[in-house]
């Protein structure tokens, strides 16, 4: 939900709509950014009801502006996926949805998941990815507790550390002794310290993995 991501998923799905149509085009786009500040202290207050209120809200207004589809860019607040859902008639495209089918198309079986602690340690984004037959591991507390430190002191804020990308690299390499035969990067800010190259499985960056399956869904016949 920080602005740092939203600028790379925007840029993402942009890219991807030039690279698929070729020319001068562009990703037609209705974007509501929220205050992360806000949303943040919900979250970490437990108050997930009325932060689902506040997106839900954000949703109507997108529908009412004429949104035909509806993404949620950010992973940890598909926990409230469903007052989303409630709240509009237009398709809601889910991120573990689309994260479970990339991994299920690249034939794994067993994937770790880095993310904030909410998505890491509750069951709403590690059970819809486990929906698809995937076994989802997650670091040891200790990690899991780097892992969220990271992301809102240093990535949310645009902070991007070589001792931090390091960290994340022994991470991933532990999950990867426990058998993980991939890692799914399951909170958007996580791209921008780490990608295929620091890690020895593959990895599922899912805001990229969101873009295209929602430039899939809207160039659908």
């Known amino acids: ?15 991807l709509t030039k690279e698929r149509l070729g020319g001068l085009h562009s990703a037609r786009v209705l974007m509501s950014s929220v205050d ?27 529908e009412a502006a004429g949104a035909e589809l509806l993404v949620l860019c950010t ?27 990339a991994v299920v198309e690249a034939g794994l079986a067993r994937v770790a998941l880095l993310g904030t602690r909410f998505t890491m340690e509750q069951d709403f984004y590690v059970d819809r990815v486990a929906s698809y037959g995937v076994e ?16 809102y002191d240093e990535l949310v804020l645009g902070v991007v550390a070589d001792a931090s990308r390091t960290a994340y690299e022994q991470v991933i390499a532990a999950l990867v002794d426990r058998g993980a035969q991939g890692v799914i990067l399951g909170c958007t800010e996580i791209e921008l310290l780490v990608g295929a190259d620091n890690s020895p499985v593959p990895i599922f960056p899912t805001t990229l993995i969101h873009a295209r399956a929602a430039l899939d869904a809207a160039l659908a016949p």
Do not use: C
């Not at 970490?44 to 954000?58: N, Q, S, T």
């Not at 989802?136 to 992301?151: A, K, S, T, Y």
């Open 1 to 15: 939900m920080s602005w740092e991501s939203s600028a790379l998923f925007y840029e993402l799905l942009n890219e």
């Open 36 to 62: 992360f500040a806000e949303i943040a202290e919900l979250q970490h207050a437990g108050e997930w009801a009325r932060a689902g209120e506040v997106l839900a809200d954000e949703a109507r207004r997108l």
């Open 75 to 101: 992973n940890t607040m598909h926990k409230v996926a469903d007052d989303i859902t409630a709240a509009v008639s237009i398709p809601f495209l889910h991120l573990g949805d689309a994260t479970g089918r």
């Open 136 to 151: 989802v591991i997650v670091p040891e507390p200790d990690q899991r507790e780097l892992v969220h430190r990271i992301i």
